[in-house]
């Protein structure tokens, strides 16, 4: 069974710093795209951030400078280094898996984690 799960969500000031991890298994992931969208209340889910087997990525353009996604093939980890938190950025984040960047700018997923919340207060 695929599990994408998530952890290090919870509460930062503005101008704080989270660290987001995703632990997959189920399934080698080492040829997908890993990343992270979020879905703030109100709103549609958005693409984070993304990044392929090779090390390519994606950013949104409100979380570049700011956000880093990083991963790690022999372990099946995908992370998201936060720092500079604003309070738009408070939503739940979902772990994903697909196939390439360009699904990843679809939000053509194969797979998602159940999310964990990130709330920035001001």
């Known amino acids: 069974q695929v599990q994408l799960v998530e952890s290090g969500g919870g509460l930062a000031q503005a101008g704080g710093s989270l660290r987001l991890s995703c632990a997959a298994s189920?399934?080698?992931?080492?040829?997908?795209?890993m990343g992270w969208f979020r879905q703030a209340p109100g709103k549609e889910r958005e693409l984070v951030a993304g990044?392929?087997?090779?090390?390519?990525?994606v950013y949104a353009d409100s979380v570049k400078g700011r956000f880093t996604i990083s991963r790690d093939n022999a372990k099946n980890t995908v992370s998201l280094q936060m720092n500079s938190l604003k309070p738009e950025d408070t939503a739940v984040y979902y772990c994903?898996?697909?196939?390439?960047?360009?699904?990843?700018?679809?939000?053509?997923?194969?797979?998602w984690g159940k999310g964990t919340l990130v709330t920035v207060s001001s």
């Open positions: 990044i392929s087997w090779n090390g390519g990525t």
């Open positions: 189920g399934r080698t992931f080492s040829s997908y795209v």
């Open positions: 994903a898996a697909g196939r390439s960047l360009q699904d990843f700018l679809s939000s053509n997923v194969d797979y």
